[in-house]
């Protein structure tokens, strides 16, 4: 997973958006900000997947599938909604079958996006509270996993005042040692 600061340059978010030249982001940075993840080669993934999600406690797995070919004419409006920034009140877990994509995730308190290109083999914890987004690449697919503990809330919660209040966004920050 390469993970670099979005430009912010205005146009499609299915472009990569580097800096020229590219401003990398450490793992450390994205460790002090509860972004977890591992690489897991594909072929024969699920040892090692499955060990992962034993001491996590993602007793549950369903597969998602998102492609321009597959989703007809709801593609378009479907990536727009990913890429509204929100957050949820649990952590969005994400292993990588196929296909690639990009998620953003706000630093704080910087307040810059990251964003992390992910590809097969990628396993992402995006952490409950944290404000991100996704959007696909111009390849226009991806297959993954979302991992979870029970009944997942993934309700995604837009970013202004009220989710700003939210109890998981404050725990979220308090994590991370900003905020009260
Ligand atoms: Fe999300």
Not at 18 to 25: E, L
Not at 42 to 58: C, F, K, M, N, S
């Amino acid at each position: 997973m390469r993970a670099y600061y979005f430009d912010n340059v205005p146009g499609d978010q299915r472009l990569p958006h580097d800096y020229v030249p590219s401003r990398p982001v450490a793992p450390e940075t994205l460790a002090a900000l509860n972004v977890r993840f591992w690489t897991i080669p594909v072929e024969g993934y699920e040892p090692q997947l499955d060990e992962i999600a034993r001491t996590r406690g993602y007793k549950n797995r369903d597969m998602i599938n998102v492609s321009k070919e597959g989703m007809g004419e709801i593609y378009e409006e479907k990536i727009r909604t990913f890429f509204q920034e929100h957050m949820h009140e649990d952590e969005e877990i994400r292993y990588i079958l196929s296909g690639s994509g990009f998620f953003d995730v706000r630093e704080t308190p910087t307040d810059a996006w990251i964003r992390l290109a992910v590809a097969p083999g990628d396993l992402l914890v995006v952490p409950a509270g944290i404000y991100h987004r996704f959007t696909l690449d111009e390849a226009d697919n991806i297959r993954a996993l979302r991992l979870f503990q029970d009944e997942p809330k993934w309700v995604p919660y837009n970013r202004g005042e009220a989710t700003d209040a939210n109890p998981h966004r404050m725990e979220y920050l308090k994590s991370i040692g900003v905020g009260a």
